[in-house]
């Protein structure tokens, strides 16, 4: 069974300043990823996904995620943050298309002014 | 663009009580599901559903059911509520393709209370 690991619970980081959410998974073959956001109250947001092909991946809103088959990781970046961006993050990963989501247990992000 | 509707957006429920959170998506997508959410423990699969008709369990499918009948609606039961049942709930549909960029939708969430 895939299972998802991020590791940091919760970061902050100053408005401005670079950021990078990590994740690594679990699995057997090469899985889809993907980085959801999710604001106080609100659903989850697909920021980006990873399915094949090139291994840097642009997302919404700014952000990308470069995924590394040797560290079986898919981390999240984005070189500006912007206190909208202040939300909780999760990585998720699928044995094919977007069915049965395994997720991380998220890491929250609080943007300082 | 409604997307996935979930109702209720909140519920407080006495222990023993049953109830059904609706969902409804209008993508005419094949395949839905239904997460719960606990702090530090991300989103888990409770059911999903890859058609009208057929359903199956996911991780933590016990104290829930679930039914499709049709392509929209994908209601989750509570059959005898519990406080560990306490969470959030959110349901999702994409569509079913084997191959291929797919995404997952999600609703924005049912926040259930058991007391």
């Known amino acids: 069974a895939q299972s998802v690991t991020q590791p940091d619970i919760h970061i902050t980081v100053s408005e401005g300043a670079s950021l990078e959410l990590r994740c690594n998974y679990s699995?057997?073959?090469?899985?889809?990823l993907f980085w959801y956001v999710q604001s106080p109250g609100q659903g989850l947001q697909l920021l980006l996904k990873y399915f094949s092909g090139d291994t840097l991946v642009q997302g919404i809103k700014g952000f990308e995620a470069e995924f590394k088959r040797s560290q079986s990781s898919f981390n999240l970046r984005k070189p500006s943050v912007h206190w909208s961006d202040a939300a909780e993050y999760f990585c998720a990963v699928a044995p094919g298309s977007a069915r049965q989501l395994t997720f991380g247990s998220g890491t929250q992000l609080t943007v300082l002014p | 663009n409604a997307g996935v509707t979930q109702t209720p957006k909140f519920q407080v429920l006495k222990t023993g009580q049953s109830m059904t959170l609706q969902c409804a998506q209008d993508?005419?997508?094949?395949?839905m599901s239904w997460y719960r959410q606990d702090p530090g423990m991300g989103l888990r699969l409770i059911h999903y559903?890859?058609?009208?008709?057929?359903?199956d369990q996911g991780e933590v499918p016990n104290g829930y059911n679930v039914s499709r009948s049709t392509t929209e609606d994908f209601p989750l039961r509570l059959l005898s509520a519990a406080p560990s049942q306490t969470s959030v709930y959110f349901c999702?549909?994409?569509?079913?393709?084997?191959?291929?960029?797919?995404?997952?939708?999600f609703g924005q969430g049912t926040r259930l209370t058991v007391v």
């Open positions: 999702a549909s994409s569509v079913n393709h084997q191959m291929g960029n797919t995404e997952a939708f």
């Open positions: 993508m005419n997508h094949e395949y």
């Open positions: 559903s890859v058609g009208a008709g057929i359903t």
């Open positions: 699995y057997g073959a090469t899985p889809y």
